[in-house]
C-alpha cells in the first residue's frame, strides 16, 4: 500500500506544471474531455510498463542503502526539475486522425524520457513492487490530466502553473533530501561528494539560461 500511495502522489506532484499536463490541456481544448482521459490513461499506462521494468532492473543490481541513497539524490534532480518547468510541445497534433490515437500518440511521445516515467523508475526500483507502482504512477498522472483538463472545460481557466509547480518542486526536494540523507547517513564521503557534483552540474543544465542572461546595460 505503501508503494501504491506514495507513487500515486510523487507523480501527481511531478505531473503538476510539466509539458504533458500542458499537452493534456491543448487536446482537451479540441477534443472531448472523456477522449482525453482515456488516452492518456491508455498512454501512461504503456509508458509506465517501461518505466517500472527498468526500475525492477536497477533494483536488482543495486541495494540496502546505496539505493535509498540514490532515489533520494533522483529526487532532488526531480524538484531542481520541477522547478525550472517545462514548456508545452503541441507537435503531433493533427486535424482529421481519429481523436484517440492523436491523443494516445502524442501523450506517449511526450512523456517519453519525462520526469514523471523517471521518477516511476526511481520508486519501482526501491520499493521492488511493480504492480503497485505501476497502478499508483498512472492513477496518479491521469489525475493530475484530469484536474487541468476539468479546468480547461468547466472553467475555462488556465491553472496557476507557476505556484503548483513551486509547491510541487519543494515538496520533491524536501522528498529527496529526506531520502538521501536516510540512506546516505552511513556511506563514505565519497558518496556525498559525488551526489554533490552531480546535483550542481544539473542546476548548471537545467538553469543555464538563468545563469547566461547577460546584465542590463545603463
Known amino acids: ?4 500511495l506514495i507513487s500515486l502522489v ?3 506532484l511531478a505531473e503538476m506544471g510539466d509539458k504533458t499536463q500542458l499537452i493534456a490541456m491543448a487536446l482537451s481544448s479540441r477534443y472531448r474531455p472523456l477522449t482525453v482521459l482515456v488516452g492518456i490513461f491508455f498512454a501512461t499506462a504503456a509508458a509506465h510498463v517501461l518505466s517500472v521494468m527498468a526500475g525492477g532492473f536497477l533494483g536488482s543490481l543495486v541495494a540496502g542503502p546505496w539505493l535509498q541513497f540514490l ?3 533522483s529526487f532532488l534532480f526531480f524538484g531542481l526539475w520541477t522547478l525550472r518547468g517545462d514548456q508545452g510541445d503541441e507537435e503531433g497534433i493533427r486535424r482529421g486522425a481519429t481523436p484517440f490515437l492523436v491523443v494516445f500518440w502524442t501523450f506517449l511521445m511526450g512523456e517519453m524520457g519525462d520526469k ?3 521518477t516511476t523508475a526511481s520508486l519501482a526500483a526501491e520499493y521492488h513492487k511493480a504492480i503497485p507502482v505501476w497502478m499508483g504512477s498512472t492513477i496518479g498522472m491521469v489525475a493530475a490530466d484530469g484536474l487541468a483538463i476539468g479546468f480547461v472545460w468547466i472553467l475555462g481557466a488556465k491553472l496557476p502553473e507557476r505556484r503548483i509547480r513551486l509547491a510541487a518542486a519543494v515538496v520533491f526536494l524536501a522528498f529527496g533530501a529526506w531520502r538521501t540523507w536516510s540512506g546516505g547517513r552511513e556511506l563514505p564521503m565519497a558518496a556525498w561528494l559525488g551526489a554533490a557534483i552531480f ?3 544539473a542546476s548548471l543544465i537545467l538553469f543555464r539560461n538563468v545563469f547566461s542572461r547577460k546584465p542590463i546595460e545603463d
Do not use: E, R
Open 199 to 201: 546535483l550542481a552540474g
Open 116 to 118: 514523471t516515467m523517471l
Open 10 to 12: 510523487m507523480v501527481f
Open 71 to 73: 532515489a533520494g539524490v
Open 1 to 4: 500500500m505503501d508503494a501504491f
